[in-house]
């Protein structure tokens, strides 16, 4: 059985970028359904006792409940670890160095990423990944994420931004993009440098 993780810090500890209501909410509600969600679709098929790597990686082989829960379920589980009240500045050392290499810059790389969370149109995630041993950024429908058979851009995502209007909307309302600003003074750079090491 998939269980919810708990949070890594309070719900208010992102504040004020991040509202604990929408923490509690996001957290205890939006992501608890897609892990309740997620068991009974693998019930009793052949997606029963599969990690949640194995369903992404044949993910075209499961129902789309699997296919959205599942991927809702694997999100969220990193979400939580990108964001950090010890958050924000930029990368260092190997990783700053190689997202310099492939974007010109650190602010080229935000540039390129906060333009694939901005068009992301309706519901959806942007990325950065390792694809191919090269730095890319993406975005998927969605629950969709890069390491389903049907994604795009196939890759380990290091980093990823929920832009679901659950994810900002008591906060923020419609200004998705002063949302995606926020967020960069929370982003967990250490996880991402630890996620980026383990993707080589």
């Not at 957290?27 to 992501?31: E, F, M, R, S, Y």
């Given at each position: 059985m998939f269980e919810l993780p708990s949070l890594p810090y309070e719900f208010a500890a992102l504040e004020p970028h991040i509202d604990a209501r929408t923490m509690e909410i996001h957290?205890?509600?939006?992501?608890q359904a897609?892990?309740?969600?997620?068991?009974n679709a693998v019930k009793g098929n052949a997606g029963e006792g599969k990690s949640?790597?194995?369903?992404?990686a044949n993910v075209s082989k499961h129902s789309m409940a699997v296919r959205n829960n599942g991927g809702g379920h694997w999100n969220h589980s990193l979400f939580w670890q990108l964001m950090s009240p010890a958050g924000g500045g930029n990368p260092e050392g190997k990783l700053l160095a190689d997202i310099?290499?492939?974007?010109?810059?650190?602010?080229?790389?935000?540039?390129?990423?906060n333009t694939a969370a901005t068009t992301r149109f309706g519901s959806g995630w942007a990325w950065l990944v390792v694809h191919d041993g090269k730095l890319v950024v993406t975005s998927t429908p969605n629950q969709d994420n890069p390491l389903m058979d049907i994604a795009d851009v196939k890759g380990t995502p290091i980093l990823g931004l929920d832009v679901w209007e659950h994810a900002y909307y008591l906060h923020y309302q419609n200004r998705r993009p002063d949302y995606i600003n926020a967020w960069w003074n929370v982003v967990n750079w250490k996880k991402v440098a630890e996620l980026y090491t383990a993707a080589h």
């Open positions: 957290h205890g509600k939006h992501h897609y892990v309740n969600n997620l068991n949640l790597e194995e369903l992404m310099t290499a492939a974007f010109g810059s650190v602010e080229s790389f935000k540039e390129q990423f």
